[in-house]
């Protein structure tokens, strides 16, 4: 008995060390936040900063680009880059220059940071899959891999802020000669729904998906494909301690954002057109200063494609690509760049390879 009891006695103190040591081991592994839930807020802010960076610094040539696509073709105000900017400065000063990038940025930093979250995540999922159907356990995402990571997250950052994308393109386009006024991002969501409707907020959508696909896809593509190159390859002595220069990344954003926003303009074009469609009052960019009642009316994607290219011709699909293409290529390559060197200062992990 009394050795049975002894062993009872052991049993029961081994019990009590056994939960002590749990016990400790849970307190030492509590953290707040948690690494993941921090991660991820360091990568939202990264991406979030990124894109509010890059897009004010290229504010004045996204407005230009935008009264471009829009402008009534009997009425032409804006021939080019820069005679549209020295209008626009000459008739609005420098607040015209920036008309409507509060809403823009509004719309891109939530837009950029779930892009470039989204981007990671999708191509650690695709990465995961990809090693389990070949069973090797080393394989690294390829461009076209890398291009459908891409397009998730662009169809996933569109989706999320489209209606912010709407009314910044109206009040991007209205001027003080416009009959009527947005007076800012809450007066233009709420005027849009009471008069035309909550499906007005998603006018656009479709084009803009169709054209998110190939534009971020290949953005993203292009970029980690041609660091990758250039990492392994190092063709001209760019590379210093297994890293790119800031200049070298630079360049590798510009060629991503020539290639994705040439092949997906069209597009772009069709959708701010169809944003414009059902706007009461419209800007007189967009009416022709009264030589027209009212901008053409667009029943759906493909019927705004169709008049557009019949009544001002093919060109007219690129109508505003030379102060885009100015615009695309160092707001891209700014946006990668500062998304990395955040990353880096908030001491986020970078590659994608597990």
Not at 308 to 332: D, M, Q
Request: hydrophobic residues 40%; aromatic residues 8%.
């Amino acid at each position: 008995m009394a050795s049975e009891d002894v062993k009872t006695s052991e049993s029961a103190v081994s019990t009590i060390v056994n939960l002590a040591e749990e016990a400790k081991l849970a307190r030492e592994g509590v953290k707040a936040p948690g690494p993941a839930l921090l991660s991820i807020c360091k990568s939202l802010v990264a991406g979030g900063v990124a894109g509010g960076v890059s897009r004010t610094a290229v504010a004045p040539l996204e407005r230009l680009k935008i009264l471009l696509q829009v402008q009534n073709p009997h009425s032409i105000k804006y021939n080019g880059t820069i005679q549209g900017l020295k209008y626009i400065w000459r008739t609005e000063g420098l607040r015209g220059m920036f008309k409507g990038n509060g809403t823009n940025c509004a719309r891109i930093v939530p837009n950029s940071a779930v892009k470039f979250f989204s981007y990671e995540e999708a191509s650690k999922g695709i990465l995961w899959f990809y090693r389990k159907q070949t069973g090797n356990d080393d394989a690294q995402l390829t461009p076209l891999l890398r291009l459908g990571a891409g397009a998730c997250a662009g169809i996933i950052a569109m989706s999320a802020t489209y209606p912010m994308d709407m009314v910044r393109g109206r009040l991007t386009v209205q001027t003080d000669k416009s009959p009527c006024h947005y007076r800012g991002i809450t007066h233009a969501l709420s005027t849009v729904l009471k008069e035309e409707g909550p499906r007005a907020l998603y006018k656009g959508w479709l084009p803009s998906v169709i054209g998110v696909i190939p534009y971020v896809g290949l953005n993203f593509s292009v970029y980690e494909s041609l660091k990758d190159w250039l990492l392994k390859t190092n063709p001209f002595g760019l590379v210093e301690d297994n890293e790119l220069g800031v200049t070298t990344r630079l360049a590798c954003g510009a060629a991503a954002g020539t290639v994705g926003q040439t092949i997906a303009y069209p597009l772009d074009v069709i959708r701010r057109r169809m944003q414009m469609v059902g706007w009461k009052d419209a800007a007189s960019v967009v009416t022709g200063d009264g030589r027209s009642k009212a901008p053409l009316e667009y029943s759906g994607m493909v019927d705004t494609f169709r008049k557009t290219v019949r009544h001002e011709g093919f060109g007219a699909l690129y109508k505003g690509l030379v102060p885009n293409s100015v615009k695309v290529v160092p707001s891209i390559a700014i946006a990668f760049v500062t998304y990395e060197m955040v990353k880096d200062v908030l001491g986020v992990e970078m590659r994608i390879s597990d």
